[in-house]
Nanobody, 125 residues
Framework: QVQLVESGGGLVQAGDSLSLACAAS????????MAWFRQAPGKEREFVAG?????????FYVDSVKGRFTISRDNAKNTVSLQMNSLKPEDTAIYYC?????????????????WGQGTQVTVSS
């Protein structure tokens, strides 16, 4: 079993930066694919960014955040982070940390096995 706890959400203005962190415990973190999803009111939960395990640390981003968001992981500290720059009002959502067993990188929420409780990010215009 894996426990995920997000932190770092808040209220910011458009153009500001914010960093989210996810602390993992309970299983060998380094073998898990990690990702961030978000869900805005009235919308489906969507993939934001993901990072694979292993030395490649391959990353993948949804088009709307490319060039603005950066996902990273620290296997020694069992953490994954999401650095968000140039935030826009449309980035407002609850952000969830997710972990996937078995390798590979997926954008589908149902492929992820463990979820955090979510952290609210609100960007005002």
């Amino acid at each position: 079993q894996v426990q995920l706890v997000e932190s770092g959400g808040g209220l910011v203005q458009a153009g500001d930066s914010l960093s989210l962190a996810c602390a993992a415990s309970g299983r060998t973190f380094s073998t898990l694919t990690m990702a961030w999803f978000r869900q805005a009111p009235g919308k489906e939960r969507e993939f934001v960014a993901g990072i694979m395990w292993g030395s490649s640390r391959l990353t993948f981003y949804v088009d709307s955040v490319k060039g603005r968001f950066t996902i990273s992981r620290d296997n020694a500290k069992n953490t994954v982070s999401l650095q968000m720059n140039s935030l826009k009002p449309e980035d407002t959502a609850i952000y969830y940390c997710a972990a996937k067993r078995g390798g590979g990188l997926s954008v589908g929420q149902y492929d992820y096995d463990y979820w955090g409780q979510g952290t609210q990010v609100t960007v005002s215009s």
